[in-house]
């Protein structure tokens, strides 16, 4: 989906960010909304830790050592970064800035640390979205349901997933992910109002002006 009228063509992209604790859905979710949604790309971290089964370099993440991810963060190549579960994670600065100045949106599929930074760095271009699972058993069924990992990093996931959610009220929006579909429509909801905010989109003005003087 994409608006495609000339007075939304000249605008500022914005950059969704999605966090939630590990199960509650926010991957998916991501995942979902770019795939409906030509004008929204989804920003690939980098990350030290190893791939899950079924993951690829360079589609879920930049897989690379700790020293190539030590060496970005003196480079100042990151937009965003933060170590989470014994594993650090960034978002790459320079393609998420030429997006956002292209008129694209960018999409981060980040936790609660990463969200904070960016909001601080660019307050203006960022919307946070948070999601929460239906309860906590639930969110333990969710994570040894996907087998991903062993049982041990499963609790240590579950034992921080608490003070994660206590961050809840950091963010724009709130998105208690109990049905899918349901979840999903209030993501897209809340990012097809935010592109259509007035201050993203400057070539209403021109277009506004001409109606005004417009004969009828």
Same mark, same amino acid.
């Given at each position: 989906?994409?608006?495609? @009228?000339? %007075? ?7 950059? +969704? ?8 859905? =926010?991957?998916? +979710?991501?995942? @979902? &909304? ?11 971290? %980098? #990350?030290?830790?190893?791939? *899950? ?8 993440? @930049?897989?690379? #050592?700790?020293? %190539? ?8 190549? /990151? ?20 997006? +956002? ?6 999409? /981060?599929? $980040? ?19 948070? $999601? ?7 969110? *333990?069924?969710?994570?040894?349901? *996907?087998?991903?990992? @062993? ?10 997933? =608490? ?18 579909? *349901?979840?999903? %429509?209030?993501?897209?909801? $809340? ?13 209403? #003005?021109? /277009?506004?002006?001409? &109606? +005004?003087?417009?004969?009828?």
């Amino acid at each position: 989906m994409s608006l495609i @009228h000339p %007075a939304y063509q000249d605008r500022r992209g914005l950059m +969704l960010v999605i966090s939630s604790p590990s199960g509650a859905g =926010k991957t998916s +979710l991501s995942r @979902h &909304l770019v795939a409906d949604h030509a004008d929204l790309s989804l920003s690939i971290s %980098a #990350t030290t830790r190893a791939p *899950r089964p079924g993951e690829e370099d360079g589609r879920e993440y @930049h897989f690379v #050592t700790r020293e %190539a991810f030590d060496g970005m963060l003196v480079a100042d190549a /990151f937009l965003e970064w933060a170590e989470v579960h014994e594993h650090c994670y960034g978002s790459p600065k320079a393609p998420i800035l030429q997006s +956002l100045s292209e008129g694209r949106d960018v999409l /981060f599929d $980040i936790d609660w640390q990463g969200a904070q930074q960016i909001a601080q760095s660019a307050p203006d271009d960022v919307v946070r979205v948070f $999601i929460l699972p239906p309860s906590m058993q639930d969110l *333990r069924r969710r994570l040894y349901a *996907r087998a991903q990992d @062993h049982a041990d990093v499963i609790e240590r996931r579950l034992g921080r997933a =608490k003070g994660e959610i206590a961050k809840w009220d950091d963010y724009d929006y709130v998105i208690v992910n109990e049905d899918f579909d *349901r979840a999903y %429509a209030e993501l897209a909801h $809340i990012y097809h109002a935010e592109r259509l905010k007035r201050a993203r989109n400057p070539g209403l #003005t021109g /277009f506004v002006q001409g &109606l +005004l003087t417009e004969d009828i």
